[in-house]
């Protein structure tokens, strides 16, 4: 734990106005919108939410406050003086937007909430799914000691992370499963609930009993009892009391009768004052909780197949989904020989019902080549991806070369891909806009080494989990991101980075390949931004007397962060020149009246009731430049080719990519994916859609429609919002869809 802050750096007003009268935001044409509904945290003093330069100035704060020469018992001034310059310019940074941190650090940084939770600075975790010690760890179920090993450690590390808005990644493959023991006992759940509870009625409804009809005819003492508080740290316990009981080595007392009281747990609606958001009373863990005990029931004397442990991963994704956590992930990580995983979502049941909680990949090495029957799976349901451990291993960027053990204890990656992690760690991001950093006159090193700088302060944080603080300590990995590359390639070279092909071999199979030309300005300038983010950190490090980082770049989706300043998605294209973009917002919504009032184009959901979907036109940047090239129409061979360069000059960490892939392009797959076997550590594809279904999320357009429907358009959002809500908003509105990834695949929604 930190020692008390003794000292600390604040932002004037007479800075921050200043900076608002210099520095203009780049905001994207939804950046605004975005921004308001996503990252603004409610103001009670004020009864409204923050505007941008408030989020800023507490994200900033929060973050440059971190350093642990500040906890120290005689802080430098000098120190103070130097952090409080960085902090000026960091503050410029991100409010002119030339860069953000993650949306995790946007929503959370410089609240009580950090304070308490540092974990949830971070956008996502890996856990390897068998059986592990608590620890001294935040939580510690009371029937266990902190060194004893239990199969639900992994699912309450998963739980609890989850419900902190973070994403987890989760391996389930067979070195890790078998490790679970056979399934022991058969257990007889009873949900009790009390009359006065508020959501007595839908909790019969799921399942649960009422708590003084139980208690006529039964005594706690002759059962497991476990009264949930009204806490995060309850739901995680209740479910590690169901799954371990079901084992000998930790059902202690060896009973197999467990109640669970939910009398404590708060109503449908209520508001959660940490995280932010909304209750969801205690139904969705009711159903979760008999889910997971019918399907541990029926393996009795039996081991768990990746499958079982899948499911009970996804059913407590769907249950943290439904208790309104604002951004949460899951990936599962199977065995690249385990068909039974491979083809799990094939039972529709079951997918509509919990297994579309996760995005699931399989792990594969060099010598991996069945990837026929991948592909295959691919083109009919975009999944699995493909994540390569060894390379992770064994590499940094590819062109240092292989570096044996460099990062040795890799077993997973976070749900998006873009950071391969051993067990326990998270993933620490930021990233620069360079297109809008460039256009603002900042020096691109400048930029990323502030950046690197703020993510290294991350590692500071208090962390919950013992299995995390020790793998942090050692490892320091930062995730420096870039985003807008596209549009930031074109705007300074004039040309995509990929400007031809030469034909080549394949040096094991002999096969004849097209092997991508780079241009060479392009290799240079990643080259050189890559080397300043590792000197900045090393020279951070020496400053701090820790480790440095044992990786430092990637490249994220940047989902929801890159609406902001309006650029391209990570590496990714944009996905049409000229399109609508739907958002979908509540239908109490504040925002609605403005976005109305403005010409916005606003109408009723046709899929989900008491929502409203609203329509912007986007123009992506250089649409009308002759290189320009998107989502659309850009070629697979292009896109793995791109991802390859980042992978090679830029990503010591992983490159998130979702390959997009035309119906004709599907016999390409399988020889792209060997290609770069040497090469990309994690590669997912999906489909393009185009415009196939009613309200699309993204629907490309030519522009004459653009021009028409922008003509539509009059006055100023937020200064229309401002003016009818006489700059006083609504607590806990926000959008009905957000990700902080590209394709919207990865976020449980």
């Known amino acids: 734990m930190q020692a008390m802050k003794l000292s600390s750096v604040s932002l004037s007003d007479e800075f921050i106005n200043q900076v608002k009268n210099e520095v203009t935001p780049h905001w994207g044409e939804l950046g605004w919108v975005t921004y308001k509904r996503t990252y603004a945290r409610w103001l009670p003093e004020k009864g409204r939410t923050e505007n941008w330069d408030e989020t800023v100035k507490r994200v900033v704060e929060g973050n440059i406050n971190l350093d642990p020469r500040l906890h120290e018992d005689n802080v430098d001034p000098q120190v103070v003086s130097d952090l409080t310059d960085e902090a000026h310019k960091l503050y410029k940074?991100?409010?002119?937007?030339?860069?953000?941190?993650?949306?995790r650090n946007l929503w959370i940084s410089g609240t009580s909430y950090q304070d308490r939770n540092g974990d949830a600075l971070n956008n996502c975790w890996f856990i390897a799914v068998r059986p592990q010690s608590y620890g001294h760890s935040h939580i510690l179920p009371d029937y266990l000691q902190p060194e004893t090993p239990a199969v639900s450690m992994p699912y309450s590390f998963m739980f609890d992370q989850l419900m902190k808005g973070g994403g987890v990644g989760f391996?389930?493959?067979?070195?890790?499963?078998?490790k679970i023991p056979l399934v022991d006992n058969k257990i007889d759940l009873k949900v009790i609930i009390d009359k006065n509870s508020k959501s007595y009625k839908d909790s019969l409804d799921m399942g649960a009993m009422d708590k003084d009809e139980w208690l006529k005819n039964h005594s706690i003492k002759d059962v497991r009892y476990y009264r949930l508080p009204d806490t995060r740290e309850g739901w995680v316990v209740a479910n590690a009391h169901?799954?371990?009981?079901?084992?000998?080595?930790?059902?202690?007392?060896?009973?197999t009768d467990l109640v669970l009281d939910m009398s404590d747990i708060r109503e449908k609606g209520a508001k959660i004052k940490g995280f932010g958001g909304t209750a969801s009373g205690p139904m969705p863990l009711i159903e979760m909780l008999i889910d997971i005990n019918e399907l541990l029931n029926s393996r009795v004397g039996r081991h768990l197949s990746s499958v079982d442990a899948t499911d009970i991963g996804n059913l407590i994704g769907k249950t943290v989904v439904a208790g309104n956590v604002r951004r949460s992930a899951e990936l599962a990580l199977g065995s690249a020989d385990?068909?039974?995983?491979?083809?799990?979502?094939?039972?529709k049941d079951k997918l509509y019902h919990h297994r579309w909680a996760s995005n699931n990949s399989v792990a594969v090495d060099s010598a991996f080549d069945d990837y026929g029957p991948v592909a295959d799976s691919i083109q009919h349901n975009g999944e699995p991806g493909i994540v390569n451990l060894e390379l992770s291993r064994n590499y940094g960027r590819k062109i240092d070369g292989k570096q044996k053990d460099v990062d040795a204890n890799v077993e997973g990656t976070n749900p998006c891909?873009?950071?391969?992690?051993?067990?326990?760690?998270?993933?620490n991001l930021f990233e620069v806009f360079?297109?809008?950093?460039?256009?603002?006159?900042?020096?691109?090193?400048?930029?990323?080494?502030?950046?690197?700088?703020?993510?290294?302060?991350?590692?500071?944080?208090?962390?919950?989990?013992?299995?995390?603080?020790?793998?942090?300590?050692?490892?320091?990995?930062?995730?420096?991101?870039?985003?807008?590359?596209?549009?930031?390639i074109l705007a300074t070279f004039g040309n995509r980075v990929v400007t031809g092909y030469k034909d080549a071999t394949d040096p094991e199979t002999g096969e004849a390949i097209k092997e991508p030309i780079y241009d060479p300005r392009i290799v240079k300038e990643v080259d050189g931004l890559y080397k300043a983010v590792v000197q900045a950190d090393k020279d951070y490090s020496d400053t701090?007397?820790?480790?440095?980082?044992?990786?430092?770049?990637?490249?994220?989706?940047?989902?929801?962060v890159a609406k902001l300043a309006g650029v391209s998605e990570g590496m990714h294209f944009h996905y049409a020149g000229y399109l609508i973009q739907r958002i979908r917002f509540q239908d109490s919504d504040p925002l609605l009246p403005a976005l109305k009032a403005c010409g916005y184009h606003v109408e009723p959901d046709v899929y989900t009731k008491s929502t409203m979907v609203a329509e912007f036109p986007i123009r992506a940047s250089h649409a009308d430049s002759e290189n320009f090239a998107s989502a659309g129409n850009v070629s697979i061979a292009e896109q793995f080719a791109t991802q390859a360069f980042l992978q090679t000059y830029w990503s010591d960490n992983a490159v998130s990519c979702t390959v997009t892939f035309q119906p004709n392009e599907g016999d390409q797959i399988a020889p792209l994916m060997r290609q770069y076997r040497f090469t990309t550590k994690?590669?997912?594809?999906?489909?393009?859609?185009?415009n196939e279904f009613k309200q699309a999320p993204k629907e490309p357009i030519d522009e004459k429609t653009y021009e028409d429907k922008v003509m539509e358009i009059h006055g100023d959002v937020a200064t229309v919002f401002a003016k009818q809500n006489g700059n006083h908003d609504k607590k806990d509105i926000e959008l009905v869809d957000q990700t902080d990834c590209a394709g919207g695949a990865c976020p449980v929604k």
Not at 93 to 103: F, H, K, M, Q, R
Not at 171 to 178: C, D, E, F, G, L
Not at 438 to 467: I, P
């Open 242 to 255: 169901l799954i371990d009981m079901h084992f000998n080595g930790t059902n202690i007392d060896g009973k």
């Open 338 to 347: 385990d068909q039974d995983f491979i083809t799990m979502k094939q039972d």
């Open 544 to 560: 701090l007397g820790c480790k440095p980082s044992i990786k430092h770049t990637t490249v994220k989706p940047s989902g929801t």
């Open 171 to 178: 391996s389930v493959t067979r070195n890790n499963i078998h």
């Open 93 to 103: 940074l991100i409010y002119g937007l030339s860069a953000t941190p993650s949306g």
């Open 417 to 427: 891909g873009e950071i391969s992690l051993a067990n326990g760690e998270p993933c």
């Open 682 to 690: 994690s590669t997912s594809l999906l489909p393009y859609v185009g």
């Open 434 to 488: 360079p297109y809008v950093a460039t256009q603002q006159g900042w020096d691109l090193n400048e930029a990323f080494t502030l950046g690197t700088r703020f993510s290294k302060r991350v590692t500071f944080s208090n962390y919950d989990w013992e299995v995390s603080r020790n793998v942090i300590e050692e490892n320091r990995r930062i995730g420096i991101s870039m985003s807008g590359i596209q549009d930031w």
